[in-house]
């Protein structure tokens, strides 16, 4: 099941469309509407990655004594006539998904997590994915840092599977299995990726240490690999 804080559930996967819906999160429950919508507020066309939106009886009424953080998540939900005395509210979740013909869900990101780097859109889970289904990692973690040329270069920080492999090593395969804008502008080996108290890999220590990476002349350390021989 996938579901929000803000709408208790959201969607559920069948037991019967495991098998042919690998990655899905599911449809919408009964007496749910989940749309994907784009920063308009206007719906996605299937497969386009967009904003999830949820509405419904499900949905709570807001934040408990926190108004500014309410009216940016629980805002009116598309589609709806201009000038209607009471509008409905919907929950934007922030959570970038695509949705195919049949109104199964696929997570792609967070949306303050999403990667603008040379006019492309990318999301750190696809970087993450191939890279770890190559079984060189056990763990990785692609971070967007400013950049004075890309707008955001990629980061990409991998505890290794084995003590043989090199940031060399993992970024010929990035090299070989993604597109150009994808590629990591620099790779480091970490075995030891800090965690937040969920127990999770703690993105935003990472950003924090490294958003200033690309704007110093301090740019190689041991265990390293940058990619600045690819074109842009």
């Not at 780097?117 to 994915?129: A, H, I």
């Amino acid at each position: 099941m996938y579901g929000l804080t803000e709408a208790f559930r959201s969607a559920y996967l069948p037991p019967e469309e495991i098998d042919d819906r690998p990655g899905s999160v599911g449809k919408a429950l009964p007496n749910v509407e989940l749309m994907i919508v784009r920063e308009d507020g206007s719906r996605c066309a299937p497969g386009e990655p967009g904003e999830l939106v949820h509405r419904g009886s499900l949905v709570a009424m807001g934040y408990w004594n926190d108004p500014e953080r309410t009216a940016q998540r629980f805002r009116q939900a598309p589609g709806q006539l201009a000038g209607i005395p009471i509008p409905e509210l919907a929950v934007w979740s922030g959570d970038q998904m695509r949705m195919d013909a049949d109104g199964y869900l696929y997570f792609e990101s967070r949306r303050d997590e999403m990667i603008k780097t040379s006019g492309y859109r990318v999301s750190p889970q696809e970087v993450e994915e191939i890279v770890f289904a190559s079984g060189l990692v056990a763990e990785a973690v692609a971070l967007g840092v400013a950049h004075p040329e890309l707008g955001q270069a990629i980061i990409l920080l991998a505890h290794p599977a084995k003590e043989d492999i090199d940031a060399a090593a993992l970024l010929a395969l990035c090299r070989k299995e993604m597109p150009t804008y994808m590629v990591p502008e620099l790779i480091e080996l970490n075995r030891d990726l800090p965690r937040n108290p969920n127990g999770k890999i703690d993105r935003a220590q990472l950003s924090a240490q490294y958003k200033a990476h690309f704007s110093g002349d301090d740019r190689q350390a041991t265990g390293l690999a940058s990619n600045a021989t690819k074109g842009h």
